[in-house]
């Protein structure tokens, strides 16, 4: 069963920082490609980044560049999402979602579904101004 399990989100100022995981289980991580997705109250789900060691690729959102890093690490089965100079409209659910397929792509990426097919239950991040 494949099962996804996110952490660390919390409440925090704007300016800060944040790291989320995501530890996965129940499938081969190393043939998966990993990505994070937020979604704000009364919005729809987006695309954050996502990455592919099998593919040595990595994508982000435009409204993240150079603000969140992701990275993973296949002996622990886990994906990361470092959050720095976070902004207020960083706030919403964090979901981190497992995609088996091949040629991730940006915009790939962005959409999630369907070909992200396993996702968290995701994890709350708020950032007060």
């Known amino acids: 069963e494949v099962q996804l399990v996110e952490s660390g989100g919390r409440l925090v100022q704007a300016g800060g920082s944040l790291r989320l995981s995501c530890v996965a289980s129940?499938?081969?991580?190393?043939?998966?490609?990993m990505g994070w997705f937020r979604q704000a109250p009364g919005k729809e789900r987006e695309g954050v980044s996502c990455i592919s060691s099998h593919e040595d690729s990595s994508y982000y959102a435009e409204s993240v560049k150079g603000r969140f890093t992701i990275s993973s690490d296949s002996a622990k089965n886990t994906v990361y999402l470092q959050m720095d100079s976070l902004k207020p409209e960083d706030t919403g659910v964090y979901y981190c979602?497992?995609?088996?397929?091949?040629?991730?792509?940006?915009?790939?990426?962005?959409?999630?579904?369907?070909?992200?097919?396993?996702w968290g239950q995701g994890t709350q991040v708020t950032v007060t101004s």
């Open positions: 129940g499938f081969s991580f190393d043939d998966y490609a």
């Open positions: 979602a497992a995609y088996g397929g091949y040629g991730l792509g940006y915009l790939r990426c962005l959409r999630g579904s369907p070909d992200f097919g396993s």
